[in-house]
């Protein structure tokens, strides 16, 4: 069965801490595995598709990286505007290319 | 904004009230999806409609009942509730072309609760 694990579940860094959040995966066939940011009240937010081990994208303070068992969501010297929840999702080839198995969420707080 | 609005945002319904909740995507999407997000779960894909067909239906319970009238329009009609079934309805929605990148975008989604 498709899963996919994120840790840690909530995150407290002070502003300008940098850290990493962490995104494993158990799935048949990926096609792409993707973050999202989710703030309180409102739909997920699209951050990065990533597709095959060692591939990164970056966007302002956010960097992605993929191996073949997991991701890392990189934040460097956050804000306090970077608090949100950031969602893992992977997309399988198994039983349809439109399907995305989700995780949890990391629940990050950045405090001034 | 992403393209994907819904309607109402949040709904306070009695277990033997009807409604139903509107997904409009601005996209040019073929394909639409609801999503259930509940509290300390991950989201739960409910449906998924491919160029207006129903592709997948994860086990949901008969009480919600999907319409799909165009590519563009998605419905979410509920009936005889439970208060479980309180949550954020999310609706989404992707372009898919059976290869590489099937990035779905979401709606702010609708609060729902079931008294």
Redesign the interface.
Known sequence: EDQVTQSPEALRLQEGESSSLNCSYTVSGLRGLFWYRQDPGKGPEFLFTLYSAGEEKEKERLKATLTKKESFLHITAPKPEDSATYLCAVQTSQGGSEKLVFGKGTKLTVNP | E?G?T?TPRHLVMGMTNKKSLKCEQHLGHN?M?WYKQSA????E?MF?Y?FKEQ??NNSVPSRFSPECPNSSHLFLHLHTLQPEDSA?Y?C?S?Q?E?H??????????T?LLVL
């Open positions: 992403t994907v819904q394909a999806y300390k779960k991950p989201l894909l998924v491919n592709t997948e954020l999310l989404a992707s898919v059976g590489g990148e099937e990035t779905q975008y979401f709606g702010p989604g609060r």
